[in-house]
């Protein structure tokens, strides 16, 4: 079997190969959506604190005109110690912020009002899906929580898609 080169954590700076970040979001969509339903199952009180934290810093980021990927990986990090698995907040962690498209994303310039706007559009919806997400989470409701998983990687995907079009993700389409 050929070895896919994911933009793992510490790569090279080089921007990916579009067909590694396909497998990637195949590979988020199968184990992120598993991750999701058990931490439904097993969280306690103190990971509903967590990702609640996470949240909160995700829209203090998007209201500051951030990019709020150190909260998104913070609260997909919480989401990973909620399943009381240690093996999950392993194997996010050695991916890193990879995992997320938006990693690979150009920033828009600080006078690109539109694309500012687009992008705080487009992370107010991430953070709509991770809201879902957790009230999900918060009722210990498996079959809702991976379910709002899936959405919100299915739309992700279409948010990475449209960046791709606009030129603003930054991959490599072949070797």
Known sequence: MDRIAFPL???TGRPPMLPDLVALME???TLETQI???AAQRRDRHDLVRM???LAAFERDIDADGDALEAERQFLAA???ATHNGH???LLESLGS????RTHQQAPAADDLEALARRRIDLRRVLQEHTALLDAVTR???EAARAAMQTHLLHGRQRWGAAAVRGALSVHLRA
Do not use: E
């Open 27 to 29: 590979m988020r969509l």
């Open 79 to 81: 989401l990973a110690r």
């Open 140 to 142: 210990q409701d498996a």
């Open 98 to 101: 990879a995992l997320l498209p």
């Open 88 to 90: 999950f907040v392993s």
């Open 52 to 54: 609640a934290r996470a």
């Open 36 to 38: 999701a339903a058990l």
């Open 9 to 11: 954590k510490g790569h």
